[in-house]
């Protein structure tokens, strides 16, 4: 299985704030990496995927970047709805693997 | 537009089977991979497995001997079988669409909004 590591574990920031979170997988997956944001008690929501492409409706403020083996999501202007827990995943190889979720708080 | 809906039992006695049943609304099932995902309380996503409307599956391999995924066109339904079942396969349990884009990309686009099943005598 390709394991996936984001980090950090979890962060906190202030509205406005730009955030970064990175997502590495244990082998190439060229650009088959997705970005989901879940929020409690809701089902994870698709933010991001093919590495860069932004989901319909998705506001433009996140972005992704990377290939390989290194990814990025950035959330360039932090708004009070997006404190939630983001999660990346795989689509190179079956087993679709998910990484472990970074919580984004409020300082 | 395309919903998503889990149903079934939400406590299950350990060595007993679980069933979850995912109902599609306002689309068609029909030329879609279906996947089951769980989340553990206070835990990370897992991938369980997917199927075709054909009726092609693919499982992880940690749960694969415990796991049978179906598809009933008829109903817009597919439902997960888990049997034998210990406190660890406790979780929320979502059903989700895997969806194939032409550049060979695949993820969840749509997902329902989850059940619990607690495993527990």
């Known amino acids: 299985d390709i394991q996936m590591t984001q980090s950090p574990s979890s962060l906190s920031a202030s509205v406005g704030d730009r955030v970064t979170i990175t997502c590495r997988a244990s082998?190439?997956?060229?650009?088959?990496l997705n970005w989901y944001q879940q929020k409690p008690g809701k089902a994870p929501k698709l933010l991001i995927y093919?590495?860069?492409s932004l989901q319909s409706g998705v506001p433009s403020r996140f972005s992704g970047s990377g290939s390989g083996t290194d990814f990025t999501l950035t959330v360039s202007s932090l708004q009070p709805e997006d404190f939630a827990t983001y999660y990346c995943?795989?689509?190179?190889?079956?087993?679709?693997?998910f990484g472990q979720g970074t919580r984004v708080e409020i300082k | 537009q395309v919903q998503l809906q889990e149903s079934g039992p939400g406590l299950v006695k350990p060595s007993e089977t679980l069933s979850l049943t995912c109902t599609v609304s306002?689309?068609?099932?029909?030329?879609?991979?279906w996947s089951w995902i769980r989340q553990p309380p206070g835990k990370g996503l897992e991938f369980i497995g997917y199927?075709?409307?054909?009726?092609?599956?693919n499982y992880n391999p940690s749960l694969k001997s415990r796991v049978t995924i179906s598809v009933d066109t008829s109903k817009n339904q597919f439902s997960l079988r888990l049997s034998s079942v210990t406190a660890a396969d406790t979780a929320v349990y979502f059903c989700?669409?895997?969806?194939?884009?032409?550049?060979?990309?695949?993820?969840?686009?749509?997902w329902g909004r989850g059940t619990l099943v607690t495993v527990s005598s």
């Open positions: 989700a669409r895997d969806f194939g884009d032409n550049s060979g990309g695949w993820y969840f686009d749509l």
């Open positions: 306002g689309g068609s099932i029909s030329s879609y991979y």
């Open positions: 199927i075709y409307y054909s009726g092609t599956t």
């Open positions: 082998q190439s997956i060229t650009n088959y």
């Open positions: 093919t590495a860069s």
């Open positions: 995943q795989q689509s190179s190889s079956t087993p679709w693997t």
